[in-house]
T-cell receptor, first 113, second 112 residues
Protein backbone atom coordinates (compact mmCIF):
# COMPACT_ATOMS: atom_id res chain seq x y z
CA UNK A 1 0.00 0.00 0.00
CA UNK A 2 1.38 3.38 -1.02
CA UNK A 3 1.98 5.71 1.92
CA UNK A 4 2.84 9.38 1.56
CA UNK A 5 4.56 11.26 4.38
CA UNK A 6 5.29 14.95 4.74
CA UNK A 7 7.70 16.02 7.44
CA UNK A 8 7.66 18.39 9.23
CA UNK A 9 3.96 18.92 9.88
CA UNK A 10 4.62 22.62 10.46
CA UNK A 11 7.42 25.01 9.56
CA UNK A 12 7.99 28.66 10.41
CA UNK A 13 10.70 30.73 8.70
CA UNK A 14 11.52 34.43 8.29
CA UNK A 15 10.66 36.22 5.07
CA UNK A 16 13.25 36.05 2.32
CA UNK A 17 14.59 32.60 3.10
CA UNK A 18 14.82 29.83 0.55
CA UNK A 19 13.16 26.69 1.87
CA UNK A 20 12.51 23.07 1.02
CA UNK A 21 9.40 21.02 1.77
CA UNK A 22 9.64 17.24 1.71
CA UNK A 23 7.36 14.47 0.49
CA UNK A 24 8.27 10.79 0.89
CA UNK A 25 6.47 7.80 -0.60
CA UNK A 26 6.94 4.10 0.01
CA UNK A 27 6.35 2.64 -3.47
CA UNK A 28 8.62 3.99 -6.18
CA UNK A 29 6.36 2.75 -9.00
CA UNK A 30 4.41 5.97 -9.40
CA UNK A 31 2.49 7.50 -12.31
CA UNK A 32 2.95 11.14 -11.30
CA UNK A 33 3.25 13.42 -8.28
CA UNK A 34 1.44 16.69 -7.69
CA UNK A 35 2.07 19.54 -5.24
CA UNK A 36 -0.83 21.64 -3.95
CA UNK A 37 -1.25 24.60 -1.65
CA UNK A 38 -4.27 25.07 0.57
CA UNK A 39 -5.16 28.39 2.16
CA UNK A 40 -7.34 28.38 5.30
CA UNK A 41 -10.99 27.77 4.44
CA UNK A 42 -10.21 27.16 0.79
CA UNK A 43 -9.76 24.26 -1.57
CA UNK A 44 -6.49 22.89 -2.89
CA UNK A 45 -4.73 24.75 -5.68
CA UNK A 46 -2.47 22.77 -7.98
CA UNK A 47 1.09 24.13 -8.05
CA UNK A 48 3.17 21.64 -10.01
CA UNK A 49 2.63 18.23 -11.57
CA UNK A 50 5.63 15.98 -12.23
CA UNK A 51 5.15 13.00 -14.49
CA UNK A 52 6.95 9.76 -13.71
CA UNK A 53 9.42 10.31 -16.56
CA UNK A 54 10.39 13.81 -15.37
CA UNK A 55 12.95 14.87 -12.75
CA UNK A 56 11.67 18.38 -12.01
CA UNK A 57 9.16 21.08 -12.81
CA UNK A 58 9.44 24.83 -12.28
CA UNK A 59 6.89 27.61 -11.95
CA UNK A 60 8.11 31.04 -10.95
CA UNK A 61 9.77 30.81 -7.53
CA UNK A 62 8.74 27.18 -7.13
CA UNK A 63 10.72 24.15 -8.17
CA UNK A 64 9.64 20.57 -7.55
CA UNK A 65 11.96 17.62 -7.96
CA UNK A 66 11.25 13.91 -8.11
CA UNK A 67 13.58 11.04 -7.21
CA UNK A 68 11.62 7.84 -7.63
CA UNK A 69 14.46 5.55 -6.62
CA UNK A 70 14.67 7.13 -3.18
CA UNK A 71 10.91 7.71 -2.89
CA UNK A 72 11.24 11.46 -2.45
CA UNK A 73 10.01 14.71 -3.86
CA UNK A 74 10.98 18.19 -2.71
CA UNK A 75 9.29 21.53 -3.25
CA UNK A 76 11.79 24.39 -3.25
CA UNK A 77 10.46 27.89 -2.60
CA UNK A 78 12.87 30.71 -3.38
CA UNK A 79 12.84 34.07 -1.61
CA UNK A 80 9.84 33.25 0.54
CA UNK A 81 7.12 35.87 1.12
CA UNK A 82 4.34 36.16 3.73
CA UNK A 83 1.86 35.36 0.95
CA UNK A 84 3.45 31.91 0.67
CA UNK A 85 2.01 31.02 4.08
CA UNK A 86 -0.34 28.08 3.54
CA UNK A 87 -0.50 24.31 3.90
CA UNK A 88 1.37 22.44 1.17
CA UNK A 89 0.27 18.93 0.24
CA UNK A 90 1.75 16.39 -2.11
CA UNK A 91 -0.24 13.65 -3.81
CA UNK A 92 1.18 10.56 -5.45
CA UNK A 93 -0.66 8.77 -8.24
CA UNK A 94 0.16 5.07 -8.29
CA UNK A 95 -1.61 4.41 -11.57
CA UNK A 96 -4.70 5.24 -13.56
CA UNK A 97 -7.96 5.72 -11.67
CA UNK A 98 -9.11 7.90 -8.78
CA UNK A 99 -8.39 5.19 -6.22
CA UNK A 100 -4.73 5.37 -7.08
CA UNK A 101 -4.23 8.94 -5.82
CA UNK A 102 -2.76 9.13 -2.31
CA UNK A 103 -2.39 12.43 -0.43
CA UNK A 104 0.11 13.35 2.25
CA UNK A 105 -1.06 15.11 5.41
CA UNK A 106 0.60 18.37 4.44
CA UNK A 107 3.15 20.82 5.86
CA UNK A 108 1.74 24.03 7.35
CA UNK A 109 4.14 26.81 6.33
CA UNK A 110 4.29 30.20 8.03
CA UNK A 111 6.48 32.97 6.61
CA UNK A 112 7.16 35.66 9.22
CA UNK A 113 7.59 39.27 8.02
CA UNK B 1 -13.20 31.26 -15.52
CA UNK B 2 -15.07 29.68 -12.57
CA UNK B 3 -13.29 26.28 -12.51
CA UNK B 4 -14.98 24.01 -9.94
CA UNK B 5 -17.97 25.50 -8.13
CA UNK B 6 -19.48 23.96 -5.01
CA UNK B 7 -22.71 24.89 -3.26
CA UNK B 8 -23.52 25.51 -0.50
CA UNK B 9 -20.42 26.84 1.28
CA UNK B 10 -21.77 26.07 4.74
CA UNK B 11 -24.56 23.83 6.03
CA UNK B 12 -25.83 22.74 9.43
CA UNK B 13 -28.02 19.64 9.60
CA UNK B 14 -29.72 17.76 12.37
CA UNK B 15 -29.12 14.02 12.66
CA UNK B 16 -31.34 12.17 10.21
CA UNK B 17 -31.85 15.05 7.80
CA UNK B 18 -30.88 14.73 4.16
CA UNK B 19 -29.16 17.10 1.78
CA UNK B 20 -27.39 17.24 -1.57
CA UNK B 21 -24.05 18.91 -2.17
CA UNK B 22 -23.74 20.33 -5.66
CA UNK B 23 -20.62 20.51 -7.79
CA UNK B 24 -20.15 21.86 -11.31
CA UNK B 25 -17.04 22.34 -13.46
CA UNK B 26 -16.69 24.39 -16.61
CA UNK B 27 -13.38 22.96 -17.84
CA UNK B 28 -14.85 20.08 -19.90
CA UNK B 29 -13.17 17.60 -17.56
CA UNK B 30 -13.95 13.92 -17.82
CA UNK B 31 -13.34 12.80 -14.23
CA UNK B 32 -14.89 14.19 -11.08
CA UNK B 33 -14.36 13.30 -7.43
CA UNK B 34 -15.77 13.85 -3.97
CA UNK B 35 -13.40 13.98 -1.00
CA UNK B 36 -13.84 14.70 2.67
CA UNK B 37 -11.14 16.36 4.74
CA UNK B 38 -10.92 15.79 8.48
CA UNK B 39 -8.21 16.87 10.94
CA UNK B 40 -5.63 14.13 11.34
CA UNK B 41 -7.24 12.01 8.60
CA UNK B 42 -6.25 14.00 5.54
CA UNK B 43 -8.21 13.80 2.31
CA UNK B 44 -10.30 10.67 1.79
CA UNK B 45 -12.05 9.73 -1.43
CA UNK B 46 -15.80 9.17 -1.07
CA UNK B 47 -16.95 8.55 -4.65
CA UNK B 48 -15.66 9.32 -8.10
CA UNK B 49 -16.85 9.40 -11.68
CA UNK B 50 -14.23 8.53 -14.29
CA UNK B 51 -16.49 9.70 -17.11
CA UNK B 52 -20.05 10.81 -17.74
CA UNK B 53 -22.44 7.98 -16.91
CA UNK B 54 -20.13 6.11 -14.55
CA UNK B 55 -19.64 6.30 -10.78
CA UNK B 56 -17.55 4.20 -8.38
CA UNK B 57 -17.00 3.93 -4.67
CA UNK B 58 -13.91 5.33 -3.06
CA UNK B 59 -12.37 4.72 0.34
CA UNK B 60 -15.30 5.91 2.52
CA UNK B 61 -18.61 5.60 0.58
CA UNK B 62 -20.93 4.47 3.38
CA UNK B 63 -23.76 6.91 4.05
CA UNK B 64 -23.38 8.70 0.70
CA UNK B 65 -24.76 8.48 -2.81
CA UNK B 66 -23.71 10.32 -5.96
CA UNK B 67 -25.13 11.30 -9.32
CA UNK B 68 -23.17 12.30 -12.39
CA UNK B 69 -25.96 14.38 -13.90
CA UNK B 70 -24.02 15.29 -17.03
CA UNK B 71 -20.40 16.00 -17.89
CA UNK B 72 -20.41 19.23 -15.88
CA UNK B 73 -22.21 18.23 -12.69
CA UNK B 74 -21.53 15.68 -9.96
CA UNK B 75 -23.67 15.75 -6.82
CA UNK B 76 -23.20 14.09 -3.44
CA UNK B 77 -26.23 13.13 -1.35
CA UNK B 78 -26.46 12.37 2.33
CA UNK B 79 -29.70 10.46 2.85
CA UNK B 80 -29.68 10.42 6.66
CA UNK B 81 -26.98 12.62 8.10
CA UNK B 82 -24.95 11.45 11.10
CA UNK B 83 -22.58 13.43 13.35
CA UNK B 84 -19.68 11.36 11.91
CA UNK B 85 -20.34 13.08 8.60
CA UNK B 86 -19.36 16.46 10.02
CA UNK B 87 -16.50 17.43 7.75
CA UNK B 88 -15.34 19.64 4.92
CA UNK B 89 -16.34 18.22 1.56
CA UNK B 90 -14.37 18.94 -1.60
CA UNK B 91 -15.28 18.30 -5.19
CA UNK B 92 -12.44 17.95 -7.70
CA UNK B 93 -12.09 17.35 -11.41
CA UNK B 94 -9.44 16.48 -13.96
CA UNK B 95 -9.23 16.06 -17.70
CA UNK B 96 -7.30 12.79 -17.43
CA UNK B 97 -5.02 11.00 -14.96
CA UNK B 98 -1.85 12.74 -16.13
CA UNK B 99 -3.42 16.20 -15.82
CA UNK B 100 -3.61 18.49 -12.77
CA UNK B 101 -6.45 17.98 -10.31
CA UNK B 102 -8.65 21.05 -9.73
CA UNK B 103 -10.57 21.54 -6.49
CA UNK B 104 -13.59 23.57 -5.47
CA UNK B 105 -13.57 25.71 -2.33
CA UNK B 106 -15.42 23.15 -0.27
CA UNK B 107 -18.61 22.78 1.73
CA UNK B 108 -18.28 22.90 5.50
CA UNK B 109 -20.96 20.59 6.92
CA UNK B 110 -21.89 20.27 10.57
CA UNK B 111 -24.30 17.57 11.73
CA UNK B 112 -25.70 18.02 15.25
Amino acid sequence: KQEVTQIPAALSVPEGENLVLNCSFTDSAIYNLQWFRQDPGKGLTSLLLIQSSQREQTSGRLNASLDKSSGRSTLYIAASQPGDSATYLCAVRKGQGAQKLVFGQGTRLTINP
Amino acid sequence: NAGVTQTPKFQVLKTGQSMTLQCAQDMNHNSMYWYRQDPGMGLRLIYYSASEGTTDKGEVPNGYNVSRLNKREFSLRLESAAPSQTSVYFCASTLKDNSPLHFGNGTRLTVT
